[in-house]
């Protein structure tokens, strides 16, 4: 019986210990505290990250899927020319701001590392990483926008349909916006 008491107690002291571990735990060894490796190549290679999301769920079509689903919209060539083109400015620029969002990061946790941090400093840092973080959200958001005025309704509405969203065909009903 002692030895079933004391395996209990072992286990609920092992749950406890394990339970009070941080979900940050590993992230301290990391060479950039604030991003994940995921994120980090992400900004590095001018990916969406969700920045779009906004635009994909309201029937914003982005650039780079549409070029993947060119044959299933039935794209123009005109419209796979414009298409190619936008997406490589959209991410020309969103890998020019990924590193530069990189480098404002690298610089608050270098700062926090070597103590030097202080509360005006922060808030500078902070703003501008906000506002990059604002300008390259900009950049996918608009590559949506103008994507959308390259596609027609019924384009937009296939779209929505090849990309899973429900409701897609209810959404377009009556959908008078011509876009091309």
Known sequence: MRFFVLAVLTLMIGTSLASAQSPYAGDELRPLKSLSAKEVESLRTGQGMGFAKLAELNHYPGPKHVLKL???????????????????????NAIALGEQLLAAEMELDRHFQEES?????????LLAIGKLRAQL????????????????????????????????AQDHQGHSKSHK
Do not use: C, N, W
């Open 137 to 168: 959200r900009y950049v996918h958001l608009e590559a949506h926008l103008r994507q959308r005025s390259l596609l027609t309704a019924e384009q937009i509405a296939r779209y929505d349909e090849l990309r899973g969203y429900r409701g897609a």
């Open 70 to 92: 060119a044959d299933e919209l039935d794209l123009s060539a005109a419209q796979v020319a414009e298409t190619e083109g936008l997406f490589q400015e959209m991410r020309h």
């Open 117 to 125: 941090i202080r509360p005006k400093s922060l808030q500078s840092a």
